[in-house]
């Protein structure tokens, strides 16, 4: 009898364990949905990549130990340092271009491979020096890909050591690909608005007068 009842009482610890553990992994693909949904609303007409890149951090930190993130991109062959998050975790000048060997930031935008670095690594690269200064034990790198092409990195830094499980480097995959789509709008919607801004200047700097004129005759736009 009391091997039996000793059964059932460990059935039930079990049961309640594999509950707890499955409500634990759902709450965290909650977070993890919140979390792209987060980055997939963040482009709007008044967009601020540092704006996104704070509020995905917020969210970050309910499930992962994550403390920093970053993005370089990548420009004319170059990868610069473009945004970070918090700015207080600034070792390197934003501005700073990653050279093309010896950087942990450059290999990944040339393989387009995720990469790691943890604080016991000995080998010798260029963001080593920030990573320590900044106290960051883990640093996680993966690409940031747009129409099939590595446009820059999205860089998650943690003061602890931090370990991606498969399901969890799915959705970093996931979140980068939301981030680089992000990215490239903005830059888009910066160019868009810099010819805009380029085009106003030459026709209000022609001395003639000019006239754009609507097919129904309105008057849309004058030089002054």
Not at 54 to 77: C, E, F
Not at 143 to 158: A, D, F, Q
Not at 186 to 196: C, D, I, M, Q, Y
Request: proline share 2%.
């Amino acid at each position: 009898m009391i091997d039996l009842l000793t059964g059932v009482q460990s059935s039930k610890r079990n049961y309640y364990s594999e509950l707890k553990t499955t409500v634990d992994e759902l709450k965290k693909k909650n977070s993890q949905l919140e979390i792209i949904n987060e980055v997939m609303s963040s482009f709007t007409s008044n967009f601020s990549v540092f704006d996104m890149l704070q509020n995905m951090l917020i969210k970050l930190k309910n499930v992962y130990p994550i403390d920093r993130v970053s993005t370089a991109l990548g420009n004319d062959h170059e990868l610069v340092l473009s945004y970070v998050y918090p700015e207080s975790d600034m070792y390197l000048a934003k501005g700073t271009r990653f050279p093309k060997n010896n950087s942990l930031y450059h290999e990944v935008l040339t393989l387009g491979y995720n990469t790691v670095y943890h604080d016991d690594n000995s080998n010798s690269f260029f963001e080593k020096e920030g990573f320590q200064r900044l106290g960051l034990i883990s640093v996680h790198l993966f690409p940031l890909k747009s129409n099939g092409k590595t446009i820059g990195v999205l860089s998650l830094g943690s003061r602890s050591h931090f370990q991606c499980t498969e399901e969890d480097l799915a959705f970093f995959f996931n979140l980068a690909d939301q981030v680089a789509v992000c990215v490239e709008n903005a830059r888009l919607f910066s160019e868009v608005l810099s010819g805009k801004q380029r085009w106003e200047e030459t026709f209000r700097a022609v001395s003639d007068a000019i006239l754009i004129i609507a097919p129904d005759g309105t008057v849309v736009s004058r030089n002054d």
